[in-house]
T-cell receptor, first 118, second 117 residues
Framework: AQKVTQAQTEISVVEKEDVTLDCVYE???????LFWYKQPPSGELVFLIR??????QNEISGRYSWNFQKSTSSFNFTITASQVVDSAVYFC???????????????FGTGTLLAVQP | ETGVTQTPRHLVMGMTNKKSLKCEQH?????MYWYKQSAKKPLELMFV???????ENNSVPSRFSPECPNSSHLFLHLHTLQPEDSALYLC????????????????FGPGTRLTVL
């Protein structure tokens, strides 16, 4: 069965610290997609990144970086030099391959609440 | 308006009321979704529509009734709800459902915070 585990329920850091949010997933499929979303207090889930299972290259986007390791089934998210505006709940999600007739389901983790203190 | 919008943003209703949640996407997408987000629980997929056809009903009680009149609009009709239905209801859309080994990114609206008294 598919599962996404975000073991860190809450993390508190001081501004300018680096912080890594962990995501471990389980799937039997060989082709799948992983996502990170940010949910600020306003409620909207903001899409951050999508990665397919064949692309293990790490990605960097400004202060954000992602480390995908199939060997450990992990897709961790690092924020460098955190800022107060980074305070939000971050969700990792997994989607299995669609072979026609499927429904593009996302399996979400329970989220990590990141609080960045000034 | 851009992206995915939802109205109302907040709703308080009694258990005997009937209300509707509205979602509109301005992205030209063909698939739309309803999710329920309760405290301390993962997001739960409720319904999926593709080209106005319902393709997923994830064991949702009949007191929740979705409607998709066109690919840009999605409604969730509510009646005789229970207090445990209080949650954030999120709408999302994607280009399609994905096919041939791909999956399409879902873009979310801001949600409707529902409180059932």
């Amino acid at each position: 069965a598919q599962k996404v585990t975000q073991a860190q329920t809450e993390i508190s850091v001081v501004e300018k610290e680096d912080v890594t949010l962990d995501c471990v997933y389980e799937t039997r499929d060989t082709t799948y997609y992983l996502f990170w979303y940010k949910q600020p207090p306003s409620g909207e889930l903001v899409f951050l990144i999508r990665r397919n299972s064949f692309d293990e290259q790490n990605e960097i986007s400004g202060r954000y970086s992602w480390n995908f390791q199939k060997s450990t089934s992990s897709f961790n998210f690092t924020i460098t030099a955190s800022q107060v505006v980074d305070s939000a709940v971050y969700f990792c999600a997994l989607s299995e391959t669609n072979y026609g007739g499927a429904t593009n389901k996302l399996i979400f983790g329970t989220g990590t609440l990141l609080a960045v203190q000034p | 308006e851009t992206g995915v919008t939802q109205t109302p943003r907040h709703l308080v209703m009694g258990m005997t009321n009937k209300k509707s949640l509205k979602c509109e996407q301005h992205l030209g997408h063909n698939a739309m979704y309803w999710y329920k987000q309760s405290a301390k629980k993962p997001l739960e997929l409720m319904f999926v529509y593709s080209l106005e056809e319902r393709v997923e009903n994830n064991s949702v009680p009949s007191r929740f009734s979705p409607e998709c009149p066109n690919s840009s609009h999605l409604f969730l009709h509510l009646h005789t709800l229970q207090p445990e239905d209080s949650a954030l209801y999120l709408c999302a859309s994607s280009q399609d459902l994905g096919s041939g080994g791909s999956t399409d990114t879902q873009y979310f609206g801001p949600g409707t915070r529902l409180t059932v008294l």
